[in-house]
């Protein structure tokens, strides 16, 4: 594994998955049950995506954004405030999200 992400621990815990990055105003259709989401910050607009999500990862955020919140909530690892993940992290990615440390590797 390679560290290619660092951002805010918002919820603990660590899984692998693949990476769905979904841009503000994109359809969300094509978002799988246990994908990874990466998108720039999420809303209530959003929460249909987040219930199947894995783990969540934003560009921004703080501990108390709607991201980290509901990934408490939900019991899913969070990294918010990474400041460029929607970039950095590619489509269909193989990603491991590591919420307790605010990190995200990429699987080689």
Do not use: W
């Amino acid at each position: 594994m390679k560290l290619i992400l660092k951002g805010l621990a918002a919820s603990p815990g660590t899984v692998t998955g693949r990476a769905k990055v979904i841009l503000p105003g994109a359809s969300t259709s094509v978002f799988n049950k246990d994908d990874i989401l990466i998108t720039t910050i999420t809303d209530p607009t959003m929460v249909q995506v987040m219930i199947k999500a894995k783990a969540i990862v934003t560009d921004i955020g703080g501990i108390t954004s709607h991201p980290a919140i509901l990934s408490r909530e939900l019991g899913i690892p969070c990294i918010v405030n990474t400041k460029s993940a929607t970039t950095e992290i590619n489509d269909g990615q193989e990603i491991t999200v590591d919420g307790t440390k605010g990190e995200v590797y990429a699987m080689d």
